[in-house]
């Protein structure tokens, strides 16, 4: 007996479908992390932090990163351990952390980030530019959420 989904059953195939790509991109992406004992959060982290300049707040840390805090920290703390970042507290406001990656987490972001970026080419490779830029559009709409207030106009 196969089960209808209520509702959009098109919307439905296209969650599996996004879901799937997700899932099969991510572990084609993990393979040269997970040699370095490293997560996609860590990586991502790293990257960020290394575009940004090699330090941000904590807070822009996750807004980048679009994640919770308790996982950004959880993340982080990873991190420190294994000696990639170092974390402390702001001298003009104690409640706030910042985060610096050390000069062995920029090592290891410029050893694995000509890997990693060929693997997310290589990801790809099955789509034409066109379709690339679809899809980046379609993903950009579907990560808009509706029920967010819509930002202030500028004075």
């Avoid at 950004?72 to 294994?82: F, G, K, M, S, Y």
């Avoid at 985060?99 to 694995?112: A, I, M, N, P, S």
């Amino acid at each position: 007996m196969t089960l209808t989904p209520l509702g959009d059953p098109l919307a439905h195939d296209a969650l599996e479908s996004l879901l799937l790509a997700e899932a099969s991109v991510r572990r084609r992406l993990a393979s040269d992390l997970e040699r370095e004992g490293l997560s996609s959060s860590g990586f991502s982290v790293l990257m960020v932090l290394s575009s940004g300049g090699g330090e941000l707040e904590l807070r822009a840390l996750r807004a980048r990163l679009r994640t919770s805090k308790a996982n950004a920290t959880e993340v982080v703390t990873t991190l420190e351990t294994r000696g990639m970042v170092q974390r402390f507290r702001l001298p003009h406001d104690r409640r706030a952390a910042s985060v610096r990656l050390t000069t062995q987490g920029r090592e290891l972001v410029d050893r694995l980030a000509p890997e990693h970026t060929q693997r997310v080419s290589d990801a790809f490779a099955v789509l034409d530019e066109a379709e690339k830029r679809m899809l980046s559009g379609i993903c950009r709409k579907l990560a808009v959420d509706p029920s967010a207030e819509p930002a202030a106009a500028s004075l």
